[in-house]
T-cell receptor
Framework: DAGVTQSPTHLIKTRGQQVTLRCSPKSGHDTVSWYQQALGQGPQFIFQYYEEEERQRGNFPDRFSGHQFPNYSSELNVNALLLGDSALYLC???????????????FGSGTRLTVV | QKEVEQNSGPLSVPEGAIASLNCTYSDRGSQSFFWYRQYSGKSPELIMSIYSNGDKEDGRFTAQLNKASQYVSLLIRDSQPSDSATYLCAPHNTNAGKSTFGDGTTLTVKP
């Protein structure tokens, strides 16, 4: 049973560039949440996708956007990268319905983004 | 003040001892509570969930919840060096359908 897969694992970008991160949820899960984890801090909620729509959004600027595809996979896009965007980006999946309500994530291994 | 506060670390215990990790939260919409373990350089892994007041035991782990006090804790009995990791407390708002994470407590178990 495949877990949550994320790509790429590491990425180095220059300030001002744009980046796209990808996530495939665990089999049987159709809800994807994205989190940003800066060094030494806990994961911060960016947004959640279900049924190809953004359902919830955290306190992140519009430079952060996303998409969910019919196969439930998801992308996170970040425009106009800042040095402060350097972090581990985590994708978490849950089954819908009761899964969204009750919680309990399966995380991917993350994408380490470094902005120079 | 942060929505989720965890006891400041690092926490160091000898092998075989009990490790006690604490967490308080401010969102009263939180009805599910989770503990994740995160090894250095890895992603979080769900290790415990608790939904009702009281204690829940799973092997060497015991989660405790007191919703009135907005407090949740994790006890690790017979701590092993392999338990050395950062433990993240994550209350889940069931209406919003999202979890808010604390900054974690780093536990070191010394042989």
């Amino acid at each position: 049973d495949a877990g949550v897969t994320q790509s790429p694992t590491h990425l180095i970008k220059t300030r001002g560039q744009q980046v796209t991160l990808r996530c495939s949820p665990k089999s049987g899960h159709d809800t994807v949440s994205w989190y940003q984890q800066a060094l030494g801090q806990g994961p911060q909620f960016i947004f959640q996708y279900y049924e190809e729509e953004e359902r919830q959004r955290g306190n992140f600027p519009d430079r952060f956007s996303g998409h969910q595809f019919p196969n439930y996979s998801s992308e996170l896009n970040v425009n106009a990268l800042l040095l402060g965007d350097s972090a581990l980006y985590l994708c978490a999946s849950t089954p819908s319905g009761q899964g969204i309500r009750m919680g309990g994530y399966t995380f991917g291994s993350g994408t380490r983004l470094t902005v120079v | 003040q942060k929505e989720v506060e965890q006891n400041s670390g690092p926490l160091s215990v000898p092998e075989g001892a009990i490790a006690s990790l604490n967490c308080t939260y401010s969102d009263r919409g939180s009805q599910s509570f989770f503990w994740y373990r995160q090894y250095s350089g890895k992603s979080p892994e769900l290790i415990m969930s608790i939904y009702s007041n009281g204690d829940k035991e799973d092997g060497r782990f015991t989660a405790q919840l007191n919703k009135a006090s907005q407090y949740v804790s994790l006890l690790i009995r017979d701590s092993q060096p392999s338990d050395s990791a950062t433990y993240l407390c994550a209350p889940h708002n069931t209406n919003a359908g999202k979890s808010t994470f604390g900054d974690g407590t780093t536990l070191t178990v010394k042989p």
